[in-house]
């Protein structure tokens, strides 16, 4: 049921990530790098949008599927792994990731350099 899935886990994890930044004091504008679970890119794209708006900026949530295909919950990390040098010292970002049942898990982080 790929598209029921799509349509119920998009806005699902939106409103987890959303809420996720506003629990951490920041606003949405305050986050620079949105590493997503990398299941699906139209997934990612979607959520970025609803998170971000509708005019949200691709790079801010990048996507490694065309290098490692579905990693399952490893991609998220991946995708980090791989970018975050982009984030620069004192900078936020969210990691979320979503699957099995319906679950979503999002955290807020900030880059520190010694």
């Known amino acids: 049921q790929g598209r029921k899935v799509f349509k119920d886990v998009c806005p699902m994890a939106a409103a987890t990530i959303k809420a996720t930044i506003e629990q951490s004091g920041l606003a949405v504008g305050d986050v620079q790098r949105f590493w997503l679970h990398q299941a699906n890119a139209n997934m990612n794209e979607l959520i ?67």
């Open 48 to 114: 970025l949008k609803l998170v971000v708006g509708k005019d949200a900026d691709l790079e801010r949530a990048p996507i490694i599927l065309d290098e490692f295909a579905n990693t399952s919950s490893a991609g998220v990390i991946i995708a980090m792994h791989r970018t975050g040098e982009q984030v620069n010292n004192g900078e936020y970002a969210v990691i979320s990731s979503f699957g099995a049942g319906y679950s979503v898990g999002s955290i807020v982080v900030q880059k520190h350099i010694a």
